[in-house]
């Protein structure tokens, strides 16, 4: 799993810090508008953005093997079945109606 | 395993006279030992006191429910029992014993190689683990936790009185450490293995410690992050699982059984590596279907992932995902038997050798079969309602991670004991350790599958009379069991002082570890690189050893 030599220059990394200052400024502006039920999403899109960043260029994984791209991606694979699972209970408590659509009632 | 390296010294051996034992004397030369041979010792010293410290606990509750009145400790106290053998069993014991001692110890020299990956940060995974135990025990001295080991939510977050959030940190910091272990192993196994040990000419042993690792590394970051989300709640007041504050409990249940239901296979994939090491061993014969084994680990480490939500059935959970959570968990005993399957296909016709390592070979196979077939009784919904926190589900657990993961251990303990030592124990002792944890275990956790079919729940030190004579069984079932465990501490400590030498390959077993190895092996466990030439568990015709 040796790196590739083609590691990032200092200008990527200022570029990359400026990125994510700019994200970060973004994520606070976007705080402060009435985005309704699309606030959420906003802050989450900001936020995986700033976060794949980090990843690819400040962890080097860009500049890395394929077989550290595939555990990065497992990593990510493992991450979802996490989310989808969980919302899948979520989503369809309310299918067979009472007791468990109680939880949904009250959202 | 043919090499083709080194000076043959199958007969006439004399070990070398400076091994990994002797190679620098004084306390320093271990804490900063960066020879994963003697980090695996540490591990081990460590990782048995914490045994004795679980063991205890769970001795005083056997004392409590010898009758069916409160009797011996308050409930409160009786919580706080049953919570630090499991928080201390669990995360101080049974996930790390076999990777940090046998997998520390055993998988560069099974592989070809000098070391680990990183041996430094394999140090420091020890002292990660030891900072987490000391604060476990700071917490249990100061009055310790009664939350039950799985810390649900808002119990923990908001109603416990007890040393919550120490403990959770202790849990968190063992964690971490078995997520560096899990890291160099997955490294050291990609990038070190000796020319011509290739994926499929490798032991078991690391196939199993693989898919472990995977689900170390994949899995106990979620579990960090839950109690850390738990601990936020409790010390701030953040509204994670509270529903008063916006949270939701049962969403603590799904991130702490995410990881805590692959754990379970942590405990138990090493162990099936090492029946496979033995049973070819024993039978002289390769693993019947190793390639079916090897991807059968791979399979659990995954499948593992998909079914944690057996565990909330009746959390409000929804009906249809359980019934996706109960397909999956049907579907996980698949990998399973066919290991459990395999294992006895290779026995057929072997040249079996009656020794301890066998005996605990035999009780493995016969608790984790118990085990795993009650895990179907509890995978199906509706009979799980019935069973659901009682006695069935205590049973059911213990029959796996002690029945298959601690047999596994103290068998694996006892077949490299010779080489981890370069001693010899009283073998005639050893097979009677093997037979009174056997029967012990058995009249321990058999009447408590009777006990929960009846609906005698867990967690309540008090119960109806009707009940007392199983729970009498059960108590003198744990003394047994006691002596069992106690035994081979006392006759492995004694086999260091007084036992005899022990020869290079003392059982003619096949593996770089046993052929090419020193017993003990030197600090960088080969003069040179061996080279591997063939198969794992090319064993020949049987010889006299």
Redesign the interface.
Known sequence: ?AEHHNSPTVGTYLAVFSALMVLTALTVWAAFQDLGPYGDLVAMVIACTKATVVIVFFMHVKYSSR?LWL?VG??FL?ML??FA??M??????G??GAP?SY?LSIQ | MAIAEQDGNASGYAAPETNYINNGYGLKSWLLTKDHKRIAVLYMISISIFFAVGGLFAGLIRLELLTPQGDFSHSDTYNKLFTMHGVVMIFFFLVPSIPATLGNFLVPIMIGAKDLAFPRINLLSWYVYIIGGTLGVIGILAGGVDTGWTFYTPYSSTYSNSNVLIVAFAGFLAGFSSILTGLNF??TI??MRAPGMTWFRLPLFIWAHYATS?IM???TP?IAITLVLMMLERAFGFGFFDPRLGGDP??FQ??FW?YSHPAVYIMILPSMGVMSEMIACISRKRVFGYEFVAFSSVAIAILG??V??HH?FLS??????GM??SVITFLVAVPSAIKTFNWTATMYKGSIVYNTPMYYVMGYLGLFLVGGLTGLFLSNMGLDIHLHDTYFIVAHFHYIMVGGQVMGYLGGMHFWWPKISGKMYPEALGKASAVLVFLGFNLTFFPQFVLGYMGMPRRYHSYPDEFQILNVASTGGASVLALGYLLPGIYLIWSIFKGANAPQNPWGAKGLEWEVADTPPTTFNFESTPVVTEEAYQYGPIEEH
């Not at chain 1, 899948?88 to 408590?93: G, H, K, Q, T």
């Open positions: 799993m077989l555990f497992a990593g493992f079945i996490l699972f969980t899948a209970d979520y989503a369809s408590r299918w067979l468990s939880y | 997955i490294v990609h990038t995977i590394l994949l899995g979620v049962v969403l799904h991130l995410f992932f998909l944690w939500g909330m409000s959970q929804s009906t249809y995902a996706v959570f």
